[in-house]
């Protein structure tokens, strides 16, 4: 194929027409300009043995597993839980059901905060965003009934990481199961929480501390567990762009792969249970490109810069919700079709666990029919469509392949200048990645308010409609509920044994000991999630915000 | 030279999205008002105690967790006890249309919900606010 002959009927072509010639140029979401047209030599200088391979073999960049979905789906697992343990132990039941192929977790804000449902901070806040968890108690009951075997779990936690983890190795132990079959995720990424999640408790040391001590524990005792889910998705939630969302991720993971290695972990030892979320968004090709690329540098990252040998260590095997910025409250079955764009993405895309919006996220939590719209989305996707015939099917798109190789040099570019920065902490303490994400945000808003960003329901095909009623609204009684059958717990337990787990607790919290243990032994005996983290918060004290504004 | 208005705005409670309130001191900002963000995790106590500190004209808040009916009454209340009603009281995010009513009869004077605009957002404060 002649490449120049093909540059240089495309120029002809380009003047051919008065129309394309005078269309507005398009940009990527992360501002490069978009050709109206891409071609073979578009993507010529492309070495596909070495940049795009083969799914399951390095550098991974068209999928992690050699048969992807023609051996197995990804999992169908939508975040969920409210109002208390029973509830969601039911709403988990319901979803099963109806298809829902793994488990994920939403507590709430006190439990992700380390308070109890009792505590003066938690007033109004409990079974809100997701089900409260106390002790050990409320997570039996949120798993009554569910064969930890045969299932794996998400849990939406990050500072409080290790407690619940504990819980999940007792409720296992108690089923009459070894640590080393349960299945599952932790999410336990604090450094987002920092900046665009909020739910951080602990400085930066000691949460680190936190993650690592997770690390070697899964690695000796759960081994199926993915200790970490590093997140992109809420970064760019808060408003960054593509670009940002896997840089600004992928240097937070550095910071735990360096924390880990300076602990005296091997890089194989802990590695492979690395796992991810992200966020897919509405520019379909822009979305696969950006996994695909993200993908192919993982991998270099891991063998070239970190020697990882096992070959499970450079596999970025990642869970993807849809956007839920990107719904409106305006016209909310608009984003059906909006999921439904975004989860096709993310089924091109290659990711191994999928959470499909509800289309009622502006308005409220999900009702059983909405998320079930959301089940089905998913659920048609898989068996209607073919597009999971085969695997990786845009490849070989000119499009497809110049985005991917574009966005892999923006993103290593902008990975180059956190690192010189010092990394991750340092750019967040310096508050750097605030800040950009921030003034993209307030950019974005400004193109909305000015009509050049299109938001359909919003900004263009507005219509005047009544607000809808809104189906699912918290129990009020859930609050009250919760705090007594805590105190109750707390009246039957052995406040001696608690008292004593605490005591060993915050000795090993002050020394340099492995923590899990301590903390299992606490959970064990019906300590608290607000006692234990209590105690260690004592010991490594509250992190102070970085103010940018 | 007529006084610039100044805002307090303010996470009450656990939530730590702070997205939509970070755009909305912007662009209060540049309709050119003064604007101190206390950040996240305030209770309506040290909220109003910053407001009083400050001097502020307006208190504006951002709720998204469901926990509006409890942290928005008591700002005002706490406002109305400190002798401190003139402050205006606005809110937004995620609050449910039956609970506006009566959030309004305690004393937030508008709630802002989704698709709103910086600029709806500054109008109102103009027509609404009351400088001493």
Sequence with gaps: MDQNKIKEEKTRWAQSDPGLAKAVP???????????????????????????????????????????????????????????????????????????????VAFDLPTQIGYDSDHPMSAGEVGKVGVPVDTLEDMEVIFEGLPLDKLSTSMTINAPSAIMLAMY??????????????????????????????????????????????????????????????????????????????AFSFSNAIAYIQAALDAGLGIDDFAPRISWIFNTNNK??????????????????????????????????????????????????????????????????????????SYD????????????????TQQILHEETGVTDTIDPLGGSYYLEALTNQIYDRIKGLMDEVEKMGGAVAAIEKGFVQKEIERRSYDIQKQIEGGQFVVVGVNKYAIQEQEPEVLVESNPQAEQDQIERLQALKNRRSNDKVDGALAALKQTAHGDGALMPVIIEAVEAYASLGEICGVLREVFGEYQPVRTI | MSKRIRVLAAKPGLDGHDRGIKVVCAGLKDAGMEVIYTGLRQTPEAIVAAALQEDVDVIALSTLSGAHN??????????????AAHVLLVAGGIVPPKDRLSLREKGVKEIFGPGTTMTEIAEFIRNNVSLS
């Design chain 1, 361 to 376: 996220e502006a308005l409220s939590l999900p009702t059983e029919e909405s998320v079930r719209t959301s089940l089905r």
């Design chain 1, 26 to 104: 398009r940009h990527t979401d992360w501002g490069d300009p978009v050709e109206k047209l891409y071609t073979p030599a578009d993507v010529s200088a492309q070495d596909y043995l070495e940049q795009l391979g083969f799914p399951g073999e390095h550098p991974f960049a068209r999928g992690v597993y050699p048969s992807m979905y023609l051996g197995r789906p990804w999992t169908v697992r939508q975040y969920s839980g409210y109002d208390s343990p029973k509830d969601t132990n039911a709403r988990f039941r319901y979803l099963l059901e109806q298809g829902q192929t793994g488990l994920s």
């Design chain 1, 284 to 357: 379909l090709f822009e979305e696969v490109a950006k996994y695909r690329a993200a993908r192919r540098i993982w991998a270099e990252l891991l063998r070239d810069r970190f020697g990882a040998k096992d070959p499970r260590s450079c596999m970025l095997r990642f869970h993807t919700q849809t956007s839920g910025a990107s719904l409106t409250a305006q016209q909310p079955l608009n984003n059906v079709v909006r999921v439904a764009y975004q989860t096709l993405a993310a089924v091109l895309a290659g990711a191994q666990s999928i959470a499909a919006c």
């Design chain 1, 169 to 246: 190795v007792s409720i296992g132990k108690k089923q009459g199961l070894d640590p080393s079959v349960l299945r599952g995720t932790l999410q336990n990424d604090v450094l987002k929480e920092y900046t665009v999640r909020g739910t951080y408790i602990f400085p930066p040391q000691p949460s680190i501390r936190l993650v690592t001590d997770i690390f070697a524990y899964c690695s000796k005792s759960v081994p199926r567990f993915n200790t970490i889910n590093v997140a992109g998705y809420h970064l760019r939630e808060a408003g960054c762009s593509a670009v940002q969302e896997i």
């Design chain 2, 70 to 83: 409890q942290h928005l009454p008591r700002v005002a209340q706490l406002l109305r006890e400190k002798d």
